[in-house]
């Protein structure tokens, strides 16, 4: 398979090689992957070896965000080398007719380079607050603002996104012809992420927000 004309990777080592016809090197896609994650996994090497640790993440503008205790040491890490995020929604397994032609549908990304510090302290607490607004929508106008204290002993990193590969699989099951008429059920199991129904802390007394009533809606 050839690479579609109207996609061009960034660099060399995010073309995508394996089914090329599934990249995705638009900024759309990777917002659009990136704004439906909570999470997303960070691989950097030390004295130690190689890790990816899963760790909190969104999006402003064109960098990607997280943030951590000061003395983490993947923090202290990620400023000293290049590193790679990924971040993976499954959407289905796809039941072929054959053994190896069975696939998944999901939507990824992967993000190259280097995390900066976020120094400036309006940008860190301006971001913070976007973070908490990614998670609910309308909680950051009702919790105990962050405190001097808790700031001062938290690292805000960003990455820039102009660096990035999408790989996105859709769609019904590709099947050799000769394997057609095989008497095997085929097609999509898909899964989907569901809110269930809040648990309140068993101290709460106050009455749940709108955004926790529609939370099971979402």
Not at 146 to 165: C, H, N, P, Q
Request: charged share 25%.
């Amino acid at each position: 398979m050839t690479e579609p004309a109207n996609h061009a990777a960034p660099s060399e080592r995010t073309r995508v090689r394996r089914i090329p016809t599934n990249a995705h090197y638009d900024t759309a896609t990777l917002h659009a992957i990136i704004d439906d994650a909570y999470l997303c996994h960070i691989a950097f090497a030390d004295e130690k070896g190689a890790h990816c640790i899963p760790t909190a993440c969104w999006r402003e503008g064109n960098h990607l965000y997280i943030h951590g205790s000061n003395g983490s040491r993947m923090l202290k890490r990620l400023t000293e080398s290049e590193t790679c995020v990924t971040i993976t929604h499954l959407d289905g397994l796809v039941m072929a007719r054959s053994a190896f032609n069975h696939s998944m549908n999901y939507r990824s990304a992967m993000i190259y380079g280097r995390f900066e510090v976020v120094a400036d302290e309006a940008e860190r607490r301006s971001t913070m607050a976007a973070f908490m607004e990614k998670l609910v929508p309308g909680r950051q106008a009702e919790i105990r603002p962050g405190s001097d204290k808790e700031f001062a002993a938290t690292t805000v990193m960003r990455i820039a996104l102009g660096e990035a590969a999408c790989k996105v699989r859709s769609g019904p099951p590709e099947d050799d012809e000769e394997d057609m008429n095989w008497p095997v059920w085929a097609g999509v199991l898909p899964f989907e992420r569901v809110a269930m129904k809040p648990v309140v802390d068993p101290q709460c007394t106050q009455p749940a927000p709108a955004y926790v009533v529609s939370w099971q809606k979402w």
